[in-house]
């Protein structure tokens, strides 16, 4: 009998303001990812900007480092989703959006993830 992978959903909340913290949830989802679980990342709140390629592009955890878009993409190529929360109200420019990105989501959606989801990360 096969072992099923654990459901792991992070939910990501830091955003350019932090940019130290962006990239860890990233790193977290391509290591538990090619670990076998199934890892969603969710984007809420000022992390909805990390979609955006403008920032993406150029959004550095440290002054040397790796853009943001390279740890997105690691986590991508691992197997893991990329969700970004609908914000009502907000204007939003899709064409804008980063292609790594899966879905645009509801809060309703982000709660049924919680219920669903074995370990849930916030970072």
């Given at each position: 009998m096969e072992a099923q992978s654990q459901q792991v959903l992070i939910l990501v909340a830091s955003g350019p303001s932090t940019p130290a913290r962006c990239a860890a949830p990233f790193h977290i989802a391509t290591l538990l990812a090619c670990m076998d679980a199934q890892v969603t990342l969710f984007l809420t709140g000022e992390a909805v900007r990390l979609a955006q390629q403008n920032i993406a592009n150029t959004l550095r955890a440290t002054e040397d480092g790796e853009p943001l878009l390279h740890f997105i993409r690691q986590a991508k190529d691992a197997g893991a989703r990329l969700l970004m929360c609908r914000?009502?109200?907000?204007?939003?420019?899709?064409?804008?959006?980063?292609?790594?990105?899966?879905?645009?989501?509801?809060?309703?959606?982000?709660?049924?993830?919680?219920?669903?989801?074995?370990?849930?990360l916030t970072l």
């Open positions: 914000q009502p109200g907000v204007p939003l420019d899709e064409s804008a959006l980063i292609a790594e990105l899966d879905e645009i989501s509801s809060g309703g959606e982000l709660a049924q993830l919680i219920l669903e989801a074995e370990r849930v």
